[in-house]
């Protein structure tokens, strides 16, 4: 199966990734509106560090889902008729990626095999794999 | 027309009282955003004569359409004031983070007027804008003051803060951002201080529409790999600025011991080989795709860049070869808030007036040491700081050595040495924030690629004039200046796809014309004019001694030959005065 990867060696802290991701899924450019947060930041001026919140596939949202609203396969789709927005998923993600908009999360379906992010990122930080 | 927020936040830091208010879009008509819209406002709100450091000058961040897609290098935002170093407008390009969000807060622009009571910081969160007292923070470096702020609002929040210059009204202050990166040029961090403005602290949690957003953004990928990242961009990416340090030794402009010569033989103790060695990771900023920053840890140094300014100002022409204390100078000045180019220039000028015996500063070419302390006395206006924060137009006032005080209407050259790049003269001279190579840059034309001969004044009036309207078109977007391949007609699909409308490159010349025109009549109510556009007498009555352009000189006629070329082409009388039918249609 394939999933997104990072490498923040070659990540300058655009943002075009998630920027790209919520156009495409939610019509506007908002780094809150995203289903990735990857960020870099100087801490304190003087180290540089990542924030590395995508999606790896792993499924543990699903599974913690107790209306079983979250479909996993090759990637993850939501049935908005089962989901109540009971706000689990979110603090189950091992890697905070999920995020919130009218109630319901915002899941990574890796735009249905070709990732916008993957296809935005100028430095091939993120690649589909 | 879409793309834009609609609202311009205003602030009233006398009374902590804010509103919002739609932006004149008529005017964004005209100017599209950014730099152009910025002046727009402050050529119609700010009365002639206002005094810079005084509470009814105005500081403006300016975001403009593209902010906040995913157009590459869309990220930088616009911040303009009346300059205290110049007395002319002045707006410079911050990179960073905080124009994006100040577009996902919801505004195309934030207006500063007044002057809070005690020093302190604005955080704007949104639609709440908060006045928090920054007694913790006055006094304290830029970097400090920007990790505590980090440290509360996360490192999400996007930050422009000022050091001990800017507190102190040094007329070279800076605005800082992302650490490492500046509002350099002309003193804006200064009119920050005399607001009591430490920081404003920028919170953005939505986002930014434009018409048939999923078509748009598959075409901005498509520009962004056709033409955005190609190897005449991407060399910004491997090595930054650093890449000037060669091509302008070859080229015989790189400013040493203060422009009295334009090569160095030493250049390769410094150059980008030697500095990216130590090399500790990449950043670019928001919505960029090009990534030039380069994180260094080099001695006890820690800087983005070196930007190619900054090693000149503080190597070559300081007489300076040793990467480090390079380094460690552009540290300091970041952290003091101090513009790297003015600071370099004042203390290269304060080394010759003490090896000419003109007036003892205390300071020699090549004395790396003391040149550390002395960007800390300027920032605080302690003992010989006090002079040398005058600026070289002020400091040469005062203790004499104007000939070699290099110098526009007050602002300290950039470093490329115009005797090997005569275009350059001109463009410093008629720049409307004082000297500036970034509103016309000839030694691409003149010097890098030699498709126009440097020696001569033949032709200067219309290459810089097409430079300047180029560079005002991309400002005014704001796209970075290091998306260098960007042509004008592909700057109006960008505009028309944000905007919804099509706009053609005709349209574009039009404003970027405009924008010059505009700038002009903004100084020239203020009473700049020919007079003011001026070529430091070095560069006149001295020969270059080394490298292609040795025995070069700029005799006074061809300089007055390429004033008179430029002039005539944007219709100015020859006192270089915008008649009133072309105010008229500002």
Redesign the interface.
């Given at each position: 199966m394939k999933r997104l990867k990072f490498s923040k060696e070659?990540?300058?802290?655009?943002?075009?990734c998630a920027?790209?991701c919520?156009?495409?899924h939610?019509?506007?450019?908002?780094?809150?509106?995203a289903r990735i947060g990857i960020?870099?930041?100087?801490d304190?001026?003087?180290e540089?560090k990542y924030?590395d919140a995508y999606c790896t596939l792993c499924g543990i949202c699903a599974k913690n889902c107790p209306e079983g609203a979250i479909e996993f396969g090759d990637s993850l789709a939501l049935d908005s008729g089962k989901c109540t927005g009971c706000g689990t998923c979110g603090p189950a993600c091992p890697r905070s990626v999920i995020k919130y908009f009218n109630e319901k999360p915002l899941l990574c379906d890796t735009c249905g095999g070709a990732p916008?992010c993957v296809?935005?990122c100028?430095?091939g930080a993120l690649k589909y794999e | 027309m879409q793309g834009y927020q609609n609202s311009v936040l205003r602030v009233d830091l006398s009374s902590k009282e804010y509103t919002s208010e739609p932006l004149q879009m008529e005017w964004a008509r005209k100017y599209i955003g950014s730099k152009g819209l910025a002046i727009k406002y402050l050529y119609e709100e700010l009365a002639p004569k206002t005094d810079p450091f005084s509470a009814e000058n105005k500081l403006v961040l300016m975001t403009g359409p593209l902010t906040g897609t995913v157009v590459p290098c869309s990220g930088k935002l616009a911040i303009a004031s009346k300059s205290p170093a110049t007395g002319t407008i002045s707006d410079a390009s911050i990179g960073g983070h905080s124009a994006v969000r100040l577009k996902y807060a919801g505004y195309d622009a934030a207006i500063f007027e007044g002057k809070l009571p005690a020093p302190g910081y604005v955080v704007i969160r949104n639609d709440k804008v908060e006045f928090k007292d920054a007694a913790h923070l006055w006094g304290k470096g830029a970097h400090e003051t920007e990790g505590l702020l980090s440290a509360e609002y996360g490192h999400g929040a996007g930050i422009l803060c000022i050091g001990p210059a800017g507190e102190n009204l040094v007329g070279m202050a800076c605005i800082n951002s992302d650490y490492y990166r500046q509002a350099g040029r002309g003193g804006l961090g200064a009119v920050m201080g005399s607001k009591n403005v430490k920081a404003i602290v920028v919170i953005g949690d939505g986002g930014v529409k434009i018409p048939n957003i999923e078509k748009a953004t598959r075409r901005f990928i498509e520009i962004m790999k056709e033409d955005c990242l190609q190897e005449d961009n991407t060399f910004v990416y491997d090595c930054g600025t650093t890449a000037f340090l060669e091509a302008c030794n070859d080229g015989g402009i790189l400013p040493y011991k203060n422009f009295s010569d334009a090569t160095d033989e030493n250049w390769v103790k410094y150059n980008g080989d030697v500095l990216l060695a130590s090399k500790a990771g990449k950043r670019g900023c928001a919505s960029c795709a090009l990534g030039c920053g380069n994180f260094l840890k080099i001695g006890d140094a820690t800087v983005e860049g070196p930007e190619y300014e900054s090693i000149s100002a503080f190597g070559p022409n300081a007489g300076v070869s040793d990467p480090e204390a390079i380094a460690k100078a552009n540290e300091i000045a970041d952290d003091m808030g101090l513009d790297t180019i003015s600071a370099g220039d004042v203390i290269s000028w304060a080394m010759e007036m003490t090896e000419k015996g003109v007036h003892d500063f205390g300071i020699k070419f090549g004395d790396a040491a003391k040149y550390q302390e002395y960007l800390k006395l300027m920032a605080k206006r302690e003992g010989v700081g006090a002079d040398l924060a005058l600026g070289v137009k002020g400091a040469s006032e005062k203790y004499g050595g104007e000939g070699f005080a290099l110098h526009v209407k007050g602002l300290e050259y950039p470093q490329y040495e115009p005797r090997g790049s005569w275009g350059m003269s001109l463009a410093y001279a008629v720049s409307d924030r004082g000297a500036c190579h970034m509103r016309a840059y000839a030694p691409n034309e003149e010097v890098f690629a030699a498709s126009i001969p440097p020696y001569t004044p033949e032709g200067k009036g219309q290459m810089v004039y097409g430079l300047a309207v180029h560079n005002a078109i991309k400002f005014s977007l704001c796209v970075c200046d290091f998306w260098a391949t960007l042509e004008k007609g592909m700057m109006a699909e960008l505009v028309s796809l944000v905007t919804g409308e099509e706009w053609t490159e005709e349209d574009m010349n039009a404003v970027g014309e405009r924008v010059i025109n505009i700038a002009r009549a903004f100084n020239q109510r203020e009473g700049f004019s020919r007079k003011d556009d001026t070529i430091p007498g070095r560069l006149v009555a001295e020969a270059l001694k080394s490298g292609p352009a040795a025995g070069q000189k700029i005799p006074q006629e061809a300089f007055e030959d390429m004033l008179d070329q430029y002039y005539g082409i944007l219709g100015w009388d020859e006192n270089g005065m915008v008649p009133g039918s072309i105010i008229d249609t500002l």
């Open positions: 070659a990540c300058i802290g655009c943002q075009l920027q790209a919520s156009a495409m939610e019509g506007e450019y908002s780094l809150s509106k960020s870099s930041y100087y304190k001026g003087k540089l924030l916008v296809e935005i100028p430095h | -």
